[in-house]
């Protein structure tokens, strides 16, 4: 009874699992605040500080961005406000994207159209 009680108290209280190496999909958790975000008016923040994305290259359904205050890069695809497809192209922040960050723009508000466009 004690150990079953542990595992209740464990899962209630836990951190949610993030991802944090270059290469590895994002959890469920971090897709859930991406897709949350584009519900609450389009403007992307990072799972990881809640910073501000910054629009990057993109290409068909695939935009990549960058935080504006850790530099955690992440590679984003999105159906309406669901995500499908989301990657880390960095290892987690806090770290500095050097002369990456001249492939950076503004905030992500195109996320936005594109959501308003398909729904």
Same mark, same amino acid.
């Given at each position: +009874?004690?150990? !079953?009680?542990?595992?209740?108290?464990? !899962?209630?209280?836990? !951190? &949610?699992?993030?991802?944090? #190496?270059?290469?590895?999909?994002? #959890?469920?958790?971090?897709?859930?605040?991406?897709?949350?975000?584009?519900?609450?008016?389009?403007?992307?923040?990072? &799972?990881?500080?809640?910073?501000?994305?910054?629009?990057? &290259?993109?290409?068909? +359904?695939?935009?990549?961005?960058?935080?504006?205050?850790?530099?955690?890069?992440?590679?984003?695809?999105?159906?309406?406000?669901?995500?499908?497809?989301?990657?880390?192209?960095?290892? !987690?922040? &806090?770290?500095?994207?050097?002369?990456? +960050?001249?492939?950076?723009?503004?905030?992500?508000?195109?996320?936005?159209?594109?959501?308003?466009?398909?729904?």
């Amino acid at each position: +009874m004690g150990q !079953k009680l542990l595992r209740i108290f464990g !899962k209630l209280f836990s !951190k &949610p699992e993030l991802s944090s #190496t270059k290469g590895s999909r994002l #959890t469920a958790h971090e897709k859930k605040h991406l897709e949350g975000c584009l519900k609450r008016g389009g403007i992307l923040t990072c &799972p990881d500080c809640k910073g501000a994305l910054l629009e990057g &290259p993109s290409g068909g +359904m695939s935009l990549n961005c960058c935080c504006d205050e850790c530099g955690s890069e992440f590679n984003l695809s999105f159906w309406g406000d669901q995500a499908v497809f989301c990657e880390r192209i960095s290892d !987690k922040g &806090p770290r500095d994207p050097g002369e990456r +960050m001249n492939v950076y723009r503004g905030a992500i508000t195109l996320c936005l159209v594109i959501h308003l466009l398909i729904t």
